[in-house]
C-alpha cells in the first residue's frame, strides 16, 4: 500500500523584519519565567545575550569568524530542515523539556525568521533497513528498554507529547511534514533536492550524523552541543579538516567501516586488518564503495587481505550501502509556501505558554506519584 504524506502547515504572513536586538529582547523576557532542575521536571529555558551566528558568519568550534570565500553562498536565501524527533529526548529518555529548550534557540540565534520545515519520522519508518539488517538501530531499542519503568512515557502520553510538539510547530508558522513508513531523514534528504534546485541553499538541524554525507557548498548541518548550551555549525571546511576526505566518501567509508551506533557491522569484523588507513587510501584513489568494488572484480586493487575482502565481502559492503545511505525518492513535494519568510510576532508568547503548559502537567505528574507513594 502506498505510504501517504501527512502535512499541516498555519498559515504565513509577512510582518516587518525586527532588528536582532529586538528579536533577543523579546526572547530574553521569558528569563522572568521561574527556571527549575531537570529533576523537577520542569523545562529550562536559557538564553545567550550573543547572536550567534551571525548571517555572515560560520560557527567553528567556540569562535566566529568571516569567511570571505563564502559571500557567495550567504547571499542565497537560508532553508532550515528540523529533525525534530531527536530534540525530543534527553539521553534516552523522552523530554519535552529538551524540545522546549533546543527549540528556543534554534528560533531566537539560529533560525530567526528564515524558513523553516520540521520533519518527523514516520510510524515503521525503520522497517525497511531492518529488513536489510535485522540489527539496524537495535542498539538504541535496547538502550530504550534499559530506562528504569518509572522514566519511560506510557504510549498515550507520549502520543499527547508528540500532539503538543505538532501544535507548538504550527502556531509558530513551521510546515510539519510525516510520511508513514519513511524515516525523517529520508523526507530531509528527498526535500532538500527540491529546494537546492529553487537556488536555495540548506541547513538541515539535527544531531543525526547521517546528514554528514548530504554536506556540500549549499549544504550545512547545525547541531546542538549540550557541553556548550548552543547550536553550532558544521560545514564543508569542518567535514574536510574532521575526515581528510570529501563528504561523497562519507557514505562509502562508513559502509566499509561499519557503523556501531547503529548496528551496521564494519568489514574488520571479517578481516581485522582491513582499517580507516586502508579504506581512506583505496577510497581516494577510486572515489567511491561502487567504483573500488566495480575495480576489485577485475583487477588487484591493494595489497592481497584487501583484495580479498572487497570480492569475498562485496555483497555485504553493498547491503551496508543501501541500509545507510539516505532515499532521496519518498513521494513528497516541497510547497511554495513553506519558503516564506517565517512570522516570528508570537514566538516569544507562544513558547511562554508552552512552558508553562508542560510546568503545569509534569507538577501534576508529580503531585500523582506523591500521592501515590502515601
Given at each position: ?95 519535552l523539556d529538551s524540545f522546549a ?44 528498554q534499559q530506562v528504569p519503568a ?225
Amino acid at each position: 500500500m502506498a505510504s501517504h504524506p501527512q502535512i499541516q502547515y498555519a498559515p504565513f504572513s509577512l510582518p516587518p523584519r525586527n532588528s536582532r536586538t529586538q528579536k533577543v529582547k523579546t526572547w530574553k523576557s521569558l528569563l522572568s519565567l521561574p527556571s527549575l532542575s531537570h529533576n523537577q521536571a520542569t523545562a529550562t529555558c536559557k538564553f545567550n545575550s550573543t547572536l550567534y551566528p551571525p548571517k555572515n558568519e560560520i560557527c567553528d568550534g567556540e569562535s566566529t569568524e568571516k569567511k570571505s570565500e563564502d559571500n557567495k553562498i550567504s547571499r542565497k536565501k537560508r532553508v532550515f530542515f528540523l529533525d525534530v524527533n531527536p530534540l525530543c529526548y534527553k539521553g534516552n529518555i523522552p523530554s519535552l523539556d529538551s524540545f522546549a529548550h533546543w527549540i528556543s534557540l534554534f528560533f531566537s540565534q539560529v533560525s530567526l525568521d528564515d524558513p523553516v520545515i520540521a520533519v518527523f519520522d514516520g510510524e515503521n519508518g525503520n522497517d525497511y533497513r531492518r529488513q536489510l539488517l535485522p540489527s539496524y538501530k537495535a542498539n538504541r531499542r535496547k538502550l530504550s528498554q534499559q530506562v528504569p519503568a518509572s522514566q519511560r512515557f506510557p504510549r498515550s502520553s507520549f502520543g499527547r507529547s508528540h500532539k503538543l510538539t505538532l501544535y507548538f510547530l504550527q502556531k509558530c508558522n513551521v510546515p510539519v511534514v510525516k510520511i508513514e513508513g519513511h524515516e525523517a531523514d529520508d523526507v530531509v534528504a528527498t526535500l532538500i533536492e527540491q529546494v537546492l534546485q529553487r537556488g536555495y541553499r540548506v541547513v538541515i538541524a539535527s544531531p543525526d550524523k547521517d546528514f554528514k554525507q548530504l554536506i556540500s557548498e549549499d549544504v550545512q548541518i547545525v547541531m546542538p552541543v549540550p557541553e556548550l548550551d548552543r547550536w553550532s555549525f558544521y560545514t564543508l571546511k569542518h567535514y574536510i579538516a574532521q575526515y581528510s576526505c570529501d563528504p561523497q566518501s562519507d557514505l562509502s567509508l562508513r559502509c566499509i567501516l561499519g557503523d556501531e551506533v547503529d548496528g551496521v557491522p564494519g568489514i574488520q569484523h571479517f578481516v581485522p586488518g582491513f582499517g580507516r588507513k586502508t579504506a581512506l587510501k583505496l577510497l581516494k584513489k577510486h572515489g567511491s564503495l561502487d567504483n573500488l568494488l566495480s575495480a576489485a572484480a577485475v583487477r588487484t586493487v591493494g595489497r592481497q587481505y584487501a583484495q580479498e575482502a572487497l570480492t569475498n565481502y562485496a555483497n555485504f559492503l553493498r547491503r551496508n550501502y543501501e541500509v545507510l545511505s539516505l532515499k532521496k525518492d519518498i513521494d513528497v513535494h516541497v510547497e511554495e509556501q513553506w519558503l516564506s519568510r517565517r512570522d516570528t510576532r508570537n514566538d516569544s508568547v507562544i513558547l511562554g505558554n508552552f512552558v508553562n503548559l508542560l510546568r503545569e502537567k509534569q507538577n501534576l505528574c508529580w503531585q500523582n506519584r506523591s500521592h501515590a507513594m502515601h
